[in-house]
């Protein structure tokens, strides 16, 4: 024989409920900014990247012209 009480078992699930939504937020927040993090990092890598390959061409460039004024000149 097992009594009910209507009352006393509605509030609990609600509860559990609410504290599994805000785990369930502070997850997805955290994972979020796990993410962006990483891309922040990745995005600081490949714009470092570009820079050095705009920085090697530009060499090459200036090493072609040279190259090719000193070729010229000796003609």
Do not use: C, H
Not at 9 to 32: F, H, I, V, Y
Request: aromatic share 2%; charged share 25%.
């Amino acid at each position: 024989m097992s009594t009910k009480n209507p009352g006393s078992g509605t509030k609990q699930p609600n509860t559990s409920s609410d504290e599994a939504r805000g785990e369930l937020t502070a997850q997805l927040e955290e994972l979020l900014n796990t993410l962006s993090n990483k891309f922040a990092g990745v995005s600081s890598e490949i714009f470092a990247k570009m820079d050095e390959m705009s920085r090697r061409l530009d060499n090459l460039e200036n090493q072609l012209v040279a190259n090719k004024d000193k070729n010229s000149g000796t003609n």
